[in-house]
């Protein structure tokens, strides 16, 4: 079990950015996948973006993609999400989550099952 905390959420305009970060405490955080998650008030939960243990594989969900980038950092025991050109209906509770598995090479085809830890989440307001 690796303990995740999300910060970084917070309230702006259509247009404009924010970088969520989330901090893990386990040792072995350079071994698991990472994966951004969002739910939105009366919606499930959805995929966002993952990023491989090495950082060298990302996958974002398709209403995201040109916008969102994921990023970790290992020695921070860190992993990001740089979130630009905002949109109302981007307004969510993001949490970030790592993989139940280590050392996972393909990430394109997790799911939501696959992440065995997650945050307690970051609100993320967009206004039009």
């Known amino acids: 079990q690796v303990h995740l905390v999300e910060s970084g959420g917070g309230s702006v305009q259509a247009g404009g950015s924010l970088r969520l970060s989330c901090a893990a405490s386990?040792?072995?955080?350079?071994?698991?996948?990472m994966g951004w998650f969002r739910q939105a008030p009366g919606k499930e939960r959805e995929f966002v973006a993952v990023i491989s243990y090495s950082g060298g594989s990302t996958f974002y969900a398709d209403s995201v993609k040109g916008r969102f980038t994921i990023a970790r950092d290992n020695a921070k025991k860190s992993v990001f999400l740089q979130m630009n050109s905002l949109k109302p209906e981007d307004t969510a509770v993001y949490y970030c989550?790592?993989?139940?598995?280590?050392?996972?090479?393909?990430?394109?085809?997790?799911?939501?099952?696959?992440?065995?830890?997650w945050g307690q989440g970051t609100q993320v307001t967009v206004s039009s």
């Open positions: 989550a790592a993989d139940r598995q280590l050392w996972r090479v393909d990430v394109t085809t997790m799911a939501s099952t696959d992440f065995g830890s």
């Open positions: 386990a040792s072995t955080f350079s071994s698991y996948a």
